[in-house]
Nanobody, 127 residues
Framework: QVQLVESGGGLVQAGGSLRLSCAAS????????MGWFRQAPGKEREFVAA????????YYTDRVKGRFTISRDSAKNTVYLQMNSLKPEDTAAYFC????????????????????WGQGTQVTVSS
């Protein structure tokens, strides 16, 4: 059973930075893509960023482009989300995801693509 364990969340002032980490219990080899979603209170879960494990191609929602950077460390089976210039509207629970040999048609931004989900880590940005 693949497990994804997130860390790095916390409380930060607007304009500050945080780095989230997601360690996979085994390299979901089967997973060609890993990424992050987030969910704020009373809102739907939304796509944040994704990375193709082999080629390193990255994808972002427009809301975070230029501020967030997703990366991976293959040796550590870990994906990171560097978040800079944080805004109060970035406040949410952030979930790490992996697609586990996905062969369907959902794009990287769609939650249905991702078979594995972490428990989430809270990010709170104060104004």
């Amino acid at each position: 059973q693949v497990q994804l364990v997130e860390s790095g969340g916390g409380l930060v002032q607007a304009g500050g930075s945080l780095r989230l980490s997601c360690a996979a219990s085994e390299r979901t080899f089967s997973s060609s893509t890993m990424g992050w979603f987030r969910q704020a209170p009373g809102k739907e879960r939304e796509f944040v960023a994704a990375i193709r494990w082999s080629a390193g191609n990255t994808y972002y929602t427009d809301r975070v482009k230029g501020r967030f950077t997703i990366s991976r460390d293959s040796a550590k089976n870990t994906v990171y989300l560097q978040m800079n210039s944080l805004k109060p509207e970035d406040t949410a629970a952030y979930f790490c995801v992996a697609d586990g040999s996905y062969s369907g048609s959902y794009y990287y931004t769609h939650r249905m693509r991702y078979r594995y989900w972490g428990q989430g880590t809270q990010v709170t940005v104060s104004s």
